[in-house]
């Protein structure tokens, strides 16, 4: 089955300071992995997707991701963060052997971004 | 604004009244997917459309709930006999295809809360 998690429930940075919100997941082929920010009162919002390439994977505001996979993690990072990168960030997978569209959330993991 | 559209984006309905939710995809989109989000949680999938037809279920969509995508524009997901289990964000997302495929990224609307008292 596939499955997507997020170990750290929340995250705490200070401005400027580089950021990681870990994700690791498990399918059994090949996997689509994208991560999204959803802020309060806001719908998720596409950041970045790793389907095939580089392994580095560059994304909106300055985010950036890297696939390994023999650690079958998928860790979002920023070089320096922002107060307004403070949101929700969820990790989510499809396996490309599977037949459905469905995307896999993890639970989440809340960045908090100290001036 | 050409995103994702949903309505209501407040409901609060008694326990065994029937609700019913809108999505506008965006237009060119011709996927149309529905979550179910509750607090602490993801995104759990509920279904999909491709144009009209209804290609895929979560075994989440329990015989109360039906969605429908009648003109393979807007879709509707409809509630029966609403539990306070029930009480959760309702997402709309939509994607093209074309170059985009089946690893295109989902956009998703501002979602419809539900409180069922």
């Known amino acids: 089955a596939q499955s997507v998690a997020q170990p750290e429930d929340q995250v705490n940075v200070a401005e400027g300071n580089p950021l990681t919100v870990k994700c690791t997941y498990s399918v059994s082929g090949n996997p689509y992995l994208f991560w999204y920010v959803q802020y309060p009162n806001r719908g998720l919002q596409f950041l970045l997707k790793y389907i095939t390439g580089d392994n580095l994977v560059k994304g909106s505001y300055g985010f950036e991701a890297e696939f390994n996979k023999s650690q079958t993690s998928f860790h979002l990072k920023k070089p320096s963060a922002l107060v307004s990168d403070s949101a929700l960030y969820f990790c989510a997978v499809r396996d490309m052997a599977q037949a459905g569209t469905a995307l896999i959330f993890g639970k989440g993991t809340t960045l908090s971004v100290s001036s | 604004d050409t995103g994702v559209s949903q309505d209501p984006r407040h409901k609060i309905t008694k326990r065994g009244q029937n609700v019913t939710f809108r999505c506008d995809p965006i237009s060119e989109h011709n996927r149309l997917y529905w979550y179910r989000q509750t607090l602490g949680q993801g995104p759990e999938f509920l279904t999909y459309f491709q144009n009209e037809a209804q290609l895929e279920k979560s075994r989440l969509l329990s015989d109360r709930f039906s969605a429908e995508r009648p003109k393979g524009s807007f879709s509707t997901l409809e509630i029966q006999r609403t539990e306070q289990g029930d009480s959760a964000m309702y997402l709309c997302?939509?994607?093209?295809?074309?170059?985009?495929?089946?690893?295109?990224?989902?956009?998703f609307g501002p979602g419809t809360r539900l409180t069922v008292t």
């Open positions: 997302a939509s994607s093209p295809t074309g170059t985009g495929g089946m690893d295109g990224e989902q956009y």
